[in-house]
């Protein structure tokens, strides 16, 4: 186990390397420059002045190794935009509402998919399998920000029960976690209520019912568990969709996290912001298909690792 | 002896959108305590279905039992609710399943599978059901069970699993025990074992076993009696020895004609032409009789009744009629009939 971790690690590590160098290039690519777009206030003296202070007149390669060793050591340079604040303090500042969207809307999202794609399930051609049928289909199918804007306009605005935006307390979470979570849950339920299907009609939930065992501890001790594998399987590419559509997410209900920050950083070349939150993307990511795999032992025994064997 | 298990008039009828196949059509027989009883028949004919209907696992809401009694030591099965069927399930019938590869739950200790009827049935504490699943695995010839009770069924072999599963249905000291094919996934060498378990558990616990097959060999090592099934009918009923060496139905020639033994081996094999019938629209008269190359006009015409040969020997054909002309079985059939009982019982 140990090993295999470690393995993973390093190869985690060449991940990361490999996205961080990729994104770099590709940003230097993209048209612009920080200091050329202030409505001619800027000489081209200030500009060059400027440029040579971030070393941005520095040939790439050199640049680039300079913001690998910065990196290494921690260092992931200063914002152009805000103050010359350190791109750390800036991230810090704004992850804890993306990441507390992020879990809330997982989490939920995916617990109330697994319940729904059971029910579906177990109810099998009634009209409560063909709802949550329809569910899913919406909910995979519409756009977050379409869901936003609705529960906007009807719970906040017609119905007055929670506020239309900003990020003040609990209540506040309550329409963007909905908004977000709906995708989640969809694809959940589709996949749950596949497997169980599939489970249910297996020869050891038969034998489990030959043993003269409940049917409610059918469903949750011997299908349910089974019926979970491929479903945490989806958990990963999910995850990820939950971090992009929290871009979106964020803008419309003016919640001041990550993502709002990220797309502001795009639009102004602020190159140290933009490879900051790509490697914070690109780090939750590879450490959330390390959690997906590692649960997948926990979940079933057939693939858990063996101490000392390879 | 005392019987254990009557059933009368069985039917099982499944609705599906071409119409509603009756796969069992009228199903009689009993067992008595301590007796194998094997059913035989292609694939198709209603034996399993009819185990299925004993255990109250017909698969609802598509499946029914339209008439028929299952008096288990007297009280009638098909009555009862599924929450009394839950009680019956496991703790007075059990069932052993063919597939020893996929009737395991994969993400479950053996152990915790073999407990879960000791805890649900005879309430026992997790420490006296944990003491009696190790006797269980001792007692199917599990080697270690110390070590094995912690063990998922993939780290089992297919003969081990499957006296798992034997282990899982004798838990609660069943009187009946349902075998469906037990041997059908298993290699030859494991097949014999599995089946000398089979015996040597229903010696020392006195349990009554129902034991369906296609295998013929198997029946005459370890079965009383035999049933022989025909869309969805008891064609013929018998002991072993009355329908090995005195078959009276001709669907049972054909199945003894069609079994290969050590001494036919450079003999053809004799095939039964056509196909099963269509249980959908079962046909008029005798369900054999369009591929039965002995029927009578009245085959087409009527079903026979069950003509007794002696008191345990049963076959429904209309050859057995005063009246019908004296058919003896074909000579391959004859030389099979003691090839294929003699082998059999010298495996035991």
Same mark, same amino acid.
């Given at each position: ?29 993209m048209p612009g420059s920080p200091f050329n777009? #202030? %409505?001619?206030?800027?000489?081209? *003296?200030?500009?060059? #002045? ?26 992931? %340079? ?63 199918? !519409? ?38 979570? !709906? ?11 596949? *497997? ?45 969709? #939950? ?8 803008? !419309? ?5 990550? %993502? ?51 | ?7 009368? @008039? ?6 599906? &959108? ?19 009883? $094997? ?19 017909? $698969? ?22 599924? =929450?009394?069927?839950? =009680? ?16 395991? @739950? ?45 063990? &998922? ?49 229903? $010696? ?35 002991t072993v020895d009355e329908v090995f060496y @005195?078959p009276k139905h001709p669907y049972t020639w ?37 591929? @039965?190359? &002995? ?18 020997? &049963? ?34």
């Open positions: 186990m140990r090993k295999y971790l470690f393995q993973r690690i390093i190869y985690m590590l060449i991940t990361l390397f490999i996205i961080v160098t990729a994104t770099f290039f590709l940003m230097k690519m777009n #202030l %409505g001619g206030k800027m000489t081209d *003296e200030q500009r060059v #002045l400027l440029e040579a202070k971030y070393g941005l007149d520095q040939p790439l390669p050199v640049q680039y190794f300079k913001y690998m060793t910065g990196m290494v050591q921690g260092d992931f %340079g200063v914002s152009f935009q805000y103050n010359n604040r350190p791109v750390t303090d800036i991230i810090l500042d704004r992850i804890g509402p993306s990441a507390h969207l992020g879990a809330q809307a997982l989490i939920i999202g995916s617990i109330l998919g697994v319940i729904l794609g059971m029910i579906a399930a177990i109810k099998h051609n009634t009209w409560i399998d063909y709802g949550s049928n329809i569910i899913a289909v919406l909910g995979i199918s !519409i756009p977050s920000f379409v869901f936003a804007g609705l529960l906007q306009y009807y719970l906040a605005v017609k119905l007055q029960l929670f506020p239309v935006s900003f990020w003040e307390g609990p209540i506040y979470t309550v329409l963007p976690t909905i908004a977000l979570m !709906i995708f989640p849950m969809a694809i959940c339920a589709r996949f749950m209520r596949t *497997e169980m299907l599939e489970v249910l009609g297996s020869d050891y939930i038969e034998l489990a019912r030959a043993k003269g065992v409940k049917n409610s501890s059918i469903m949750f001790r011997h299908a349910m568990r089974n019926a979970l594998i491929p479903v945490v399987t989806v958990l990963g590419p999910m995850t990820v969709s #939950l971090m992009t559509g929290t871009l979106v997410i964020e803008q !419309i209900f003016a919640i001041p996290g990550i %993502g709002e920050q990220f797309v502001l950083s795009i639009s102004t070349s602020d190159y140290p912001v933009i490879m900051g939150t790509t490697i914070l993307f690109a780090v939750l990511f590879v450490v959330v298909i390390l959690i997906v795999d590692l649960l997948y032992g926990l979940i079933d025994p057939r693939i858990r690792l063996q101490g000392g064997k390879n | 002896m005392e019987t254990i298990l009557d059933v009368k @008039n069985l039917h099982v009828t499944f609705d599906t &959108y071409g119409g509603s196949v009756q796969a069992v059509r009228g199903v009689n027989f009993s067992l008595k305590k301590g007796e194998t009883l $094997a059913i035989v028949g292609e694939s198709g004919s209603g034996k399993s279905v009819t185990t299925k209907a004993l255990m109250g696992l017909v $698969a609802k809401p598509s499946g029914r039992i339209p008439q028929g009694e299952i008096l288990f030591n007297g009280k009638d099965l098909v009555q009862l609710s599924d =929450k009394e069927m839950q =009680k019956v399930r496991g703790k007075e019938m059990s069932m052993i399943f063919q597939d020893p590869m996929t009737s395991l @739950n994969p993400t479950m200790k053996i152990g915790k599978q073999i407990m879960e009827g000791l805890i649900l049935h005879q309430k026992l504490s997790k420490q006296a059901a944990t003491k009696r699943a190790l006797e269980l695995l001792e007692l199917v010839g599990i080697p270690e069970p110390q070590k094995r009770i912690n063990q &998922y069924p993939h780290q089992f072999s297919g003969g081990m699993r499957q006296r798992v599963v034997i282990a899982i249905a004798l838990a609660c000291n069943p009187q009946v025990l349902i075998a469906d094919e037990p041997t059908t996934a298993l290699d030859v060498t494991i097949q014999a074992q599995i089946i000398e378990l089979m015996k040597d558990i229903q $010696a020392k616990m006195g349990t009554s076993i129902i034991f369906i097959t296609h295998d013929l060999g198997v029946v005459a090592n370890i079965a009383d009696r035999v049933a022989v099934m025909y869309a969805g009918k008891i064609v013929e009923v018998g @005195n054909g199945l003894l004609g069609s079994m290969p033994t050590v001494d036919s081996a450079d003999e053809k094999l004799v095939a039964i032409p056509g196909t099963p019938p269509d249980l959908i629209h079962p046909p008029k008269g005798d369900a054999f009789a369009a591929r @039965n190359e &002995y029927a009578l006009a009245v085959d087409f015409e009527e079903e026979p009744p069950l003509f007794k040969v002696s008191d345990t020997h &049963y076959a429904a054909t209309w050859l057995l009629h005063e009246d019908a002309p004296k058919i003896e079985p074909p000579q391959a059939v004859k030389r099979r009939m003691k090839g294929i009982a003699a082998e059999g019982r010298e495996q035991s």
